[in-house]
């Protein structure tokens, strides 16, 4: 079983700043079936993006995905209000696993 | 547009068994897998099982098997989930969630339900 990693922890940022997230795999990811979704305090998670790096339907362009193999990044590039939450990636394919979650809060 | 439904909030002892429902809609109900992740108070996102809703099977986390029990009924688009022998730290919000599938491979989750708040107490 593929075990995702997930850094930092928390994410402490202002409004309008970069935010960059990684999420780090035990293993190679087959085929990139790599997603990150996004949940906020008493909500259920959102899809933001699948296959390491396309956007899940009526996503924000500001929100983007990267990587392949081992390692992955989410990337927003300028924080709305709206996106300070908690962000988790998924693997998906032959197994099933999440991330432990990074909290990206307002500093 | 696709929905998911979950049944609504439980309490029970510890030792019973709890069955959560999930009820779907919007889409051919076959040709998808539904999953069930739950997620402790203040903790992360935990993966426990899958029915693949067209061919009935399933696949669990080592965590639970043998503990858990999935079911579909294709008449009304609904899954269930059962969990039994209960304990406290099995307090949770359970969530059912779809996902595609194709040749043994289930891919993203890509609509989840309203989760289903399950206590565990004497």
């Known amino acids: 079983e593929i075990v995702l990693t997930q850094s930092p922890g928390t994410l402490s940022l202002s409004p309008g700043e970069r935010a960059t997230l990684s999420c780090r795999a035990s293993?190679?990811?087959?085929?990139?079936?790599l997603a990150w979704h996004q949940q906020k305090p008493g909500q259920a998670p959102r899809l933001l993006i699948y296959g390491a790096s396309t956007r899940a339907t009526g996503i924000p362009d500001r929100f983007s995905g990267s990587g392949s193999g081992t390692d992955f990044t989410l990337t927003i590039a300028s924080l709305e209000p709206e996106d300070f939450a908690v962000y988790y990636c998924?693997?998906?394919?032959?197994?099933?696993?999440f991330g432990q979650g990074t909290k990206v809060e307002i500093k | 547009q696709v929905q998911v439904v979950q049944s609504g909030a439980e309490v029970k002892q510890p030792g019973a068994s709890v069955k959560v429902s999930c009820k779907t809609s919007g889409y051919t109900f076959t040709y998808y897998a539904l999953h069930w992740v739950r997620q402790a108070p203040g903790q992360g996102l935990e993966w426990m099982a899958l029915i693949n809703a067209g061919h009935g099977s399933t696949k669990f986390s080592q965590n639970f098997q043998g503990r858990v029990t999935i079911t579909r009924d294709t008449s009304a688009s609904t899954v269930y989930m059962e969990l039994s022998s209960l304990r406290s730290e099995d307090t949770a919000v359970y969530y059912c969630?779809?996902?595609?599938?194709?040749?043994?491979?289930?891919?993203?989750?890509?609509?989840w339900g309203q989760g289903t708040l399950v206590t565990v107490s004497s």
């Open positions: 293993q190679s990811v087959t085929s990139n079936y």
């Open positions: 969630a779809r996902s595609g599938y194709s040749s043994g491979y289930y891919f993203y989750i890509d609509y």
């Open positions: 998924q693997h998906y394919g032959g197994s099933q696993t």
